[in-house]
């Protein structure tokens, strides 16, 4: 420990952000980078405590507490302090593939544990790892790592997110033959489609396919596994297949009116958005989907949010935003002490620039939908809104949110985004391999395990755990390498 009065000396610094009027005039990233020295110094602020929760990445209290990659969060914070960001990158690539990706869209578990946190500031982990990956590509100390030897074994994976990239970047390095198979026109999943580019810009992405690929990984786009290919004919090709497709199953919000134009789900809504940027290079903005429109979003999460700062990139003449749950305190309760996840309000990136844009939080808390009104060409043109209440059911005494009578009102909408969670994988593509689902919808394995009911199949990510965070998919991509490394090879490595 370098510095071990760091965190009495040093307040927490985070790098520059643009302004919100200035950022929503395009989709660039708009979070800035401090200067070495000032990173050097937020580095120092880690205490190295004996007990750091920052890389545990445990259970407390039903929530994850740290790192899922146990990363060695206080070793690499000495490193930064000590500008030894060679040594810093090495530390960081034990544990982590794609420390570029986390940087940017995690919501910094490991800061969220950290002992600093307790009491002030919590380290600033999350921002040293980016100063730490972004200096490793400007050193070209980021290299395509092929393999010297090549064991004869070939691996299908399914899927090219988070999961799925880590599962094969952990593959071919032991030397096996890696293939991804993607049904979208460009490799990257979640990241690619699922996340606005304001938030991961997707030149950060192909920088580390291409060099996926230099190590020999095989991208195979726009087959839709399931569909164009058959799991039988996968499995007469390979000696494995991972199944890495995500928890792509939107939950739907069946009202009446439900059918009426105007009317999407948030992932088709933004990956619209995405593609129409890629596809013109960003010359080309879609405005049309939002311009002048009353948007109203359903849904309260992360997905919500980058629906809200989209909709305000396009355009929209106003953005209201739905959740069910209460609002949560500013400040953790009693009932959610530390090192536990902490349950307070956040106001994300989305909701500071409504906030700018039309003068308050776009967010109405305990409100659903009971309606949406169409007009005379079947286009939405007002929602039905209604407020709830936590009820506590006598007979199974789980608590669910249910209307107030009397509460009801409408509104007028012209565009509807709904970001109300998945419901699991899309069950054509496990069909397709014959394997078991769990009772909440994913694809089934022993516990801690990640073969499927199905011999040589496996599986990993939302696909595996249902709907969670780029963090944890790539932590269980990197596991269920190991265990197809160790059913191919009787042991393992990695």
């Not at 509460?407 to 899309?426: N, Q, R, Y």
Request: aromatic share 8%.
């Amino acid at each position: 420990m370098g510095k071990p009065t760091g965190f009495l000396e040093y307040e927490r610094k985070n790098g520059p952000v643009v302004a919100p009027a200035e950022r929503i005039r395009n989709f660039n990233e708009f979070h800035g980078e401090l200067s070495e020295e000032e990173q050097r110094l937020q580095g120092a602020r880690c205490m190295e405590c004996g007990v750091p929760f920052c890389q545990a990445g445990m259970m407390i209290a039903g929530m994850a507490s740290g790192c899922p990659l146990h990363n060695l969060v206080p070793e690499i914070n000495d490193l930064v302090y000590h500008g030894n960001w060679e040594q810093a990158y090495i530390r960081l690539s034990k544990t982590h593939c794609f420390p570029e990706f986390t940087s940017r869209v995690c919501p910094a578990l490991c800061e969220a544990a950290c002992t600093c946190g307790l009491h002030a500031e919590p380290v600033s982990t999350k921002e040293n790892e980016r100063a730490v990956i972004e200096y490793a590509y400007a050193n070209g100390l980021v290299k395509a790592d092929a393999p010297k030897v090549r064991t004869g074994k070939t691996v299908a994976v399914i899927g090219s997110g988070p999961a799925g990239l880590a599962a094969a970047q952990q593959l071919n390095r032991r030397g096996h033959s890696v293939t991804v198979y993607e049904r979208s026109d460009r490799a990257g999943g979640l990241l690619r489609y699922g996340i606005p580019n304001m938030k991961l810009e997707k030149s950060v992405i192909d920088r580390r396919i291409e060099l996926m690929k230099e190590a020999g990984v095989e991208f195979i786009c726009n087959v839709n596994v399931g569909k164009d290919i058959t799991g039988k004919e996968l499995l007469q090709k390979y000696d494995r297949v991972i199944l890495a497709c995500g928890a792509s199953n939107p939950r739907d919000i069946k009202v009446p009116g439900r059918d009426a134009k105007g009317i999407y789900f948030a992932v088709d809504f933004l990956k619209s958005v995405t593609k129409t940027l890629l596809d013109s290079d960003f010359h080309t903005v879609p405005y049309e989907l939002a311009k002048g429109k009353k948007v109203l979003v359903i849904g309260g999460g992360d997905t919500g949010n980058d629906c809200v700062g989209t909709s305000i990139r396009l355009g929209a003449a106003s953005v209201v935003q739905l959740e069910m749950m209460p609002k949560a305190p500013e400040q953790r309760a009693e009932s959610n002490p530390w090192p536990e996840w902490p349950k307070v309000l956040k106001t994300d990136y989305g909701q500071e620039e409504s906030i700018d844009q039309f003068g308050h939080d776009p967010r109405i808390y305990q409100t659903t939908v009971t309606e949406f009104k169409k007009n005379k060409e079947g286009n939405v043109c007002a929602a039905k809104i209604v407020s709830l209440t936590p009820k506590k059911d006598e007979k199974t005494g789980r608590m669910s949110m249910a209307p107030v009578e009397g509460t009801e009102k409408e509104i007028p909408v012209d565009l509807v985004l709904i970001a109300a969670g998945f419901l699991g994988s899309e069950v054509y593509v496990a069909d397709s391999f014959g394997v078991k689902y769990d009772a909440r919808t994913n694809v089934e394995t022993k516990p801690g395990a990640y073969q499927t009911s199905v011999e040589r199949i496996f599986t990993a990510g939302d696909m595996h755990r249902g709907q969670s965070l780029v963090v944890w998919a790539i932590a269980e991509g990197r596991e269920a390498a190991k265990a197809v490394d160790e059913s191919l090879m009787g042991y393992t490595n990695l």
